[in-house]
Every structure is written in C-alpha cells, then in structure tokens.
C-alpha cells in the first residue's frame, strides 16, 4: 500500500545531518555531536534513594493514572522555586508538568498556529523546536543574531512583514546552538515588541541554571505583566533528560488549553519522574547540586575553549561561552563548511553538528559548525580537538 | 491579552461530563466514573526489587537520553511477545514505544490527518481518541455496533460517503464503552472493506489481555498481509498507567514517520519506564499475572453483574462482559438519561459517566451510562449498587 502523509510531516525528512551523524556510532568514534548531560552530572545516590523511598512509601500514586497538570506536589514546589528564585510566575499564571520541554514547543504550536501562520524563530536555533513548528506547518521566520541576542531592527521587520505570526521563539540564555546570551536590554526591547504587535514570546530556557561564569540575567518572564510571556523549563540538563520533566509557565488561560492539547497527546507525564523530581527538590540542596554540575560543565568548557585556542589558531574562531553545553564555531568563508564536517567525521573520526542542521532552510550558505563538550570526557576532548586540529592545518 | 487559539482547540472545550464529574472529589462519593486499573492488580513489590537493579546496576542509560524509536530490549522483547503470542508482528512491520497508547493516536492523526479529513469511529467510543483526532480538525464519523461489533453494512456506507477517510480507528475487544467484542467474522469483514476502500485500520486495544471469561479472538493485525492495520499496544491496563509507556505496531515506513513525529512531541518515552517494563517481561512470569489480575477483575465484574441484576431489575440493561473494565448500561427511552447521572452524583453520591461523553455529538439522543468496576473496591461497589439501586426504584 502507497501511504499518503500530511504535506508537512511528508516534508519532515531526514536531512543531510542525519546522514553525517550516522558516522557517530562507528567504533572509536569520538562525539562532539550529542546534546547530553555528563553521566558525571547525574546525582545517582540521591535519585536510587528517593525511588526506593516512594516506591516503598508511596507505590499507588508512582503506578496509577494521574491527572494531566502534572503532580500537585511538583506543581506546588515549581511554582514556589519559579518565583522566588527567578519572579517568573505571576498572579495570573499557572504551571504545567510537561513531558520534558520538548512538549512545550509541541502543545504551544498546537494550541496557537494554524497552517501557514507563522513562528518568528533566532537564526540558528534549535533543530528539535524548528520541527515542532514544521510538524505543525508553521511558516518560519528567522531573525539574525548579535552578540548580545536576537536583531531588535531585523525582529521588528520580521513582525511588520508578517502580521499572522503567533510567537517569537527564542532561547535567551546560552543559545543553542549558538551560546549566545540576551542582554537585559534586549529582553526588555523584545518585550516591548511582542506588546505593540500582540505577539506571545515563547522562553526556552533548558540551560539557564547551568551559568559557569558572569551574571545571570534576569527572565523575560520577569518582565511580564501583560499575559504574553510563555516560559518553558526544564529538568534535562540539571537533574536527568530520561526522565522527561520539563514544565511552562503561562497566563491562566493558555495552561488551561495546553492542559486540554496535552490530555490528548500522553494524558500525563511519568508519574514517578514527577515524583522524583519533586522529592529531588525538597530533599537535596539544589544550589549545591547545581554548583557541582556547573563545576563540572565549567571545566570541560575551559578545556575546549583553551584547545581550540591551542589547535584553530585564528583559522577557526569561536564565541567564548559563560554556560550551557554548546559552542559555535566559524570557518573562513573560503572553507566549505560541510565538506570539513564530513572530512572529521571520516578521516578523523570526530563528530561535529553542521550549522545548517540549525537553520530554516538548510540549503542557505553557512559556516559555523556546533562543538559539545559536556558529553565527552576530558581525554576524548583532547583527543578529539588534537584530531580537528590536524584537520585545520589542511585548510 | 485575548488569546487566539487555533479552530481545532478552542472547540475542545471542557463538557458537561465534567461538570457532573467534578463531583466526584465530594468527600463520600463513590465513583463508578474512572477507567483506572485497580490498585490490587499492580506488582508493587516486583516494581520495587526491578527499579532498584536498574538504579544500582544500569542508571546512567535510566537517566540519559535515549532514542525516539524507544529503549532496544523493550522493543525487542515485545516484538517477540506479539509475535508468538498474537501473530501481530509481520516481517514488514516495525514497532515502535510511546508515552502510553493515548500516543498513538496523536502520532496517527498526526501523521495521516488533514484538517477536514475523516476517521470513521465506533459509535459510542473512547473519549481520550475522539478528542485527539478533533485536536487536529478530523471529521469524525460513526458507525453503530452491533453484539459483535461494527456494523458492516454502516461502515461501507461511511467509506463509500466520506472517500477523505484517513483510517478505521476500533477498539475490538471490550469496547471502551460498550463492552462488545468484535467477532472473527466480523474482523474478516472489516479488513476486506479497509482493503477495498484503501483505508488504514487503527486497531486500540488496551484490554484484550484481561479477559476473564470466553475466548480469545485474535487480532485483525494477525489478518494483516498488506501493511493496513496498525496496531496500539499498552502496559497501563497490565503493568502500570502511571509508568506510560505503550507502542505502536505497523509497516516500517508508518512507524518511521510516527518516529518523526514523536521526535517533535516528547523526544522520547520516560527511559526507567521503559527498563522498569522490559525487566518485568523478561524476569517475572507475564502470563501468571495476567491470572492474577484477570481474577481481580473477574470477581469484581461479577460482583457488579450480580449487583446490577439484584437492584437493576428489568429496568436498566447491561451488556453483560468477559473482559475491560467497563459496563455499559441502558435505561428505559422515558427516562432522561443526563438527570439520572446527575441525580446519581448529587443525591446518591455515585458517580457515572453519562454515555453523551462517548459520542461524536454530545447532543445525539443517548439512553446509556457506564460504569467501572475495576477502580472501586468491592464494599464501595456494594454500597454504590445499593444507593443506585434507590434511585431506580424512583424511575
């Protein structure tokens, strides 16, 4: 049988990227590809603790069915740190467990675009959110970024040329891919932008706990008090991805219909990830915790950053990073880009994410390249960038 | 703000079901409302001894990142399983893991659905399917059951009326709500119609491993030789709903894009659940617990059965059941069906789900109810029967 797709998840096809990546699990394939957490940053005893403790104290509620918002008591204590920590949950807003933020993104465009409508996006950004919006059939607009965040002239051009757009996506915190941090200006210029056009902005922020250096800056959540800030958070990068806890922030009555987009996606998220979660919360010191990963992501980035300076020279220049997991590289325009992705992945077995993997349209000219370094250890790191460095000097 | 939501979600609004069940919380209230497993039926101590093993011996794969197609033994396993107990894994078929079977009716409509384009369902059906295919704008469409299922003649008048039709989507055995299992012949018919009109078969089936009397029918993916039925498989009703972890079965190029399109969603399914469900296959006799929790349910069924015929009289009828966890009940045309629910819940302090819950249109002339017996406990259905019992006398 000949199976007919939707025109947009037809589209969805495996890029170039993926055939790249491919090369990732040949044998004594160093990765610098991969999106993960160090399995050093993984609180093994705290989280073997706490299980045992619920699955011997509190079995029926980890098995059975629970409600779609999300645990009450996770909710409570989220709720709480959101607005303490960060006074990023307001008087008329309301929290929602999601199954990792990746279903943030899912439900948004769900609950908010229509075919063809369209998503505003920083340019690169995050392939995993892109497809969300193309899975929907999103029209995708990207807008440049500076050192300091996403164009406010190029954004206000975006939203002008394009009245049907429904948010501004944006990962204000150590982008992904390109490490980027929004300066408190920005935030409040883009704000002001999403007020005049009556546009929602959509706050990704998985890595905004995992700051290693400088100041953190506050969230454009902060900001609100319109109802037009959408602030989706993660437990991915500081406690564990596998268990798919992510959450949002929003007006009252945007989580009450993500609460109805989620109840026919997966009717809840894991009932004992929310508990874990929870009791992870309560139990452990969390700042501590997450001064011990920042410790860790601290010095495999310094680590990567002093062997780039060692191994590119100034034939490869990079942006200094102060969190997150990333760090974007840009080849002299001369070099083409994907032809030294697939020379590193080949001859030298090292794994490295094409820039255009994180554009809207893959075939535009690009040639950054996006490096990792929470996921490999310190020797593959140096190996690793010893081999990219003997890369280099062919160029 | 004033928020645009797209057609699809503004239209899913909250129904007078849950109206009616929001007083189900009332403290007192005995509900026959929910479709939970009974708490009896999980393998706590099982759970307990497997979660531990896991953490101790495995927790970084539990607690990193894993792929969309779902965790590799799990999926073997239950490749195997399906296979060999049912015939409902082809050579051409591929399977995929999910955030429970709701998934996978998100995934299909996902996949296969324009908004407009019709899915032919049983009338009544689930109402956690019926609300995933209008999240995406499907034109749903019903067809009667009969004792043994679908009515031939309805469902090739809906193909041959709605040629947009996308798939059949069927719960064939202890039909959620109406307990009827579809027969063999039956089955036959409905897989030559889907074959003649080219139309996919979305077979749901969360109860066929909890019969408790009668015999089993095998599947209609076992009839499948031309890569038409996909299959949705779940560990909620078996294992544990709160674990969410359920899978699809169909030919490679479908579970492909299904693939795709849970990237987007979730990423992938809660990575302990998956271990958690893959060690108890392997490590604990499956086919024994399902005895055992086939005898909960056979007892608790035939208490309600026996309850209904003592206080029910000739003036409500039921179907009676082999399986599920579910009794459909008919009250005489003369009574108002949603005042008796409602009566039931405020007076009586039991609640009911009114069968408008399960139609394509909430408004459609319905004499029915259903009831659960799996959730509450036997002094609860005792009790519950006798205070609806008083009711029935007033009709």
Redo the contacts between chains.
Sequence with gaps: ?D?????S?AS?A?SAIREILKYSSVPGMISFAA???S?EA?P?KD??RI??NI??KN????????ITEGYGPLRDTMKQYMKEKWNSFGENDELIIT??A??V??LMT??????GDTIICEKPTFI?SL??F??YGANLVGVEIDDDGMNIDSLEKALNENRNAKFIYTIPNFQNPSGVTMSLEKRKAIYALAKKY?V?ILEDNPYGEIRFAGKDIQTIKSLDT???VVYAGSF?KVL?????VGYAIG?K??IA?LT??K???????????QMITDEFMKTVDFEKHLQNIRAIYRKKANLMMDLMDEYFGDKITYNKVEGGLFIWCKLPKQVDMMDFCTKAVKDKKVALVPGTAFLINENEECHEFRTNYSTPTEQQLIEGMQKLGELVKEI
Tied chains: 1, 2.
């Design positions: 049988m199976y007919k797709f939707t025109e998840i969805l495996p999106g993960n957490p399995p993984f093994i989280i073997e299980t045992q699955l011997q079995p029926i509620t980890a098995l059975q069915y629970s199954s990792g990746q279903q993104m899912d769900k609950a908010f675009v229509e075919k995993g497809n969300a193309r899975s009556g929602i319109d109802g037009l991915s564990s991805p596998g268990m798919r007006d009555r945007i219909k109805v987009c109840q026919t996606s997966d009717v809840h998220t894991t009932a004992l990830s």
